[in-house]
């Protein structure tokens, strides 16, 4: 077995033992937002194991489709109203528990969920820990009317270049990664952007919103970041 091949196994554990960790964060007669991305796809497994008596709401169509394959009951976010706790992953997190989101297209369904919930726990693997967020590039989700001139305001923000994905959201609109410096202020920059008519989310989560970060290390321990 090869070194790479040793690191993609052990990072992979690390991964399920987070998600696993996250999961135990649920409990009987929970309202939980189930979020979308590899390392808490562990979580929805772990809960659909063991299969307590929550109810749920996805934050994508295939989070819904795994939460309700594993017997976990999902329903509308207008129809469960409000959520004790939701466990979602993260592109990028900084040390102040700032966010990049939207790797998988799913972000405005992700901040509408995160919303609505009192607590909001992260379940990343340490290679998503940077200094500033930026490297990952910055999703967006946009209207199909005039995607230029929604380009252009994100580059007068200091976005270097806009990319726009083949693939759509779950909501059928454009997705796009904007495309920054290392970003010094992601709270501002996240106002600034909100701003901006014709984007329908963009994928910076403040870290106000973050209760802790669970990180998977490599060498397979569990590690917490609150503030």
Same mark, same amino acid.
């Given at each position: ?25 649920? +409990?009987?007669?929970?309202?939980? #937002?189930? @979020?979308?991305?590899? =390392? ?5 497994? /772990?809960?659909? $194991? !063991? ?44 040390? +102040?528990?700032?966010?990049?989101? #939207?790797? @998988?297209?799913?972000? =405005? ?5 995160? /919303?609505?919930? $009192? !607590? ?108």
């Amino acid at each position: 077995m090869t070194p790479m091949v040793r690191d993609a196994v052990s990072m992979d554990d690390a991964k399920k033992a987070a998600g696993v960790h996250a999961a135990g964060y649920v +409990e009987d007669g929970m309202r939980v #937002g189930l @979020g979308t991305g590899s =390392t808490v796809h562990h979580t929805i497994v /772990a809960l659909g $194991d !063991r299969r307590p008596d929550i109810t749920c709401t996805a934050t994508s169509l295939r989070t819904h489709e795994l939460a309700t394959s594993l017997g976990l009951v999902v329903v509308s976010p207008d129809e469960i109203g409000h959520l004790d706790i939701t466990i979602d992953g993260a592109d990028e997190v900084d040390g +102040e528990l700032n966010l990049t989101k #939207g790797g @998988g297209g799913a972000h =405005t369904r992700e901040k509408i969920v995160a /919303a609505m919930s $009192d !607590r909001f726990v992260i379940v990343v693997d340490e290679s998503k820990l940077v200094e500033r967020l930026g490297p990952f590039g910055t999703p967006l989700e946009v209207l199909e009317f005039a995607p230029g001139v929604v380009a252009a305001a994100v580059q007068a923000l200091g976005a270097t270049s806009v990319s726009t994905r083949d693939a759509r959201s779950d909501n059928g609109n454009l997705l796009c990664d904007a495309h920054f410096p290392a970003i010094d202020d992601p709270v501002a920059l996240a106002a600034a952007l909100s701003g901006i008519p014709g984007i329908v989310e963009h994928g910076i989560f403040p870290g106000g919103m973050v209760e802790r970060v669970i990180v998977a290390g490599a060498d397979g321990t569990v590690t917490q970041r609150t503030h």
